[in-house]
């Protein structure tokens, strides 16, 4: 059985610089109390109700982020750039997850969900640069040589963001979970630190099928300036 996702006691989990979007990528914790309108709103907006099924008036999706976040195999959190939260991401042992059903998962492997909610971050590389920071996020966890998603097979744009953050498409399945047929993604540390780590892109530049920083960004979903101190959230 996999153990409940940490906890963190200060603002930001992580915080990192992106070289590529030349902008700061930041996380931290979602706390209803100052969050529940901004998720709300991004989770109504027309580029993400395709994607996710939470889009609910007010008091009903309370309730229904309420339940979603008192579930232990999921972390979610506010993605920020330059301290502006925009994103909603979770970060979730597989194993606890149905995506374990479709395909051979370690209890150490970790998947990613993503949305952006602000439209102006669309189409900025933004996408990409998320991604990879959480990638990093889920390889502090010292056992995990595996991320995984699985994005909608229709959404192009978010499958390449994946692919430009150091992800490879495997197999198409249907997936009854989410009601969609979906790709499942999957970045293995050791390419992602060879190539898609800040070092590694700082020491080599981007990597040759790297991001086109100005077409990436989508929703993916398989469910204000603030400023704090970086701390890197524990491992299980």
């Given at each position: ?60 999706f309370h309730q229904a982020i309420g339940d979603h976040l008192e579930d232990d195999h999921v972390t979610a959190y506010v993605g920020c750039i ?155």
């Amino acid at each position: 059985m996999t153990a409940p996702l940490p906890r963190i006691t200060s603002d930001y989990a992580y915080r990192r610089p992106d070289p590529q979007i030349d902008r700061t990528v930041a996380f931290r914790r979602v706390a209803l109390d100052r969050d529940l309108g901004r998720l709300h709103a991004w989770l109504t907006s027309d580029h993400v109700t395709p994607y996710w099924s939470l889009g609910a008036p007010l008091p009903a999706f309370h309730q229904a982020i309420g339940d979603h976040l008192e579930d232990d195999h999921v972390t979610a959190y506010v993605g920020c750039i330059d301290g502006v939260p925009m994103s909603y991401v979770e970060r979730y042992w597989v194993a606890a997850d149905p995506l374990a059903d479709h395909y051979d998962a370690d209890d150490n492997d970790q998947g990613i969900h993503i949305l952006i909610g602000p439209p102006e971050y669309l189409g900025q590389g933004c996408g990409t640069a998320l991604l990879r920071a959480m990638t990093a996020l889920a390889f502090r966890h010292a056992a995990t040589d595996r991320v995984v998603a699985e994005p909608d097979a229709t959404n192009d744009a978010a499958i390449a963001a994946f692919e430009r953050a150091g992800f490879e498409p495997r197999e198409t399945f249907r997936f009854p979970h989410e009601d969609k047929d979906a790709t499942r993604v999957v970045c293995d540390r050791e390419r992602f630190v060879g190539a898609f780590s800040p070092g590694a892109i700082a020491a080599n530049g981007p990597p040759a099928d790297g991001p086109a920083v100005n077409h990436d960004d989508a929703t993916h979903r398989c469910p204000s300036g603030e400023h704090g101190n970086s701390t890197l959230e524990a491992d299980r």
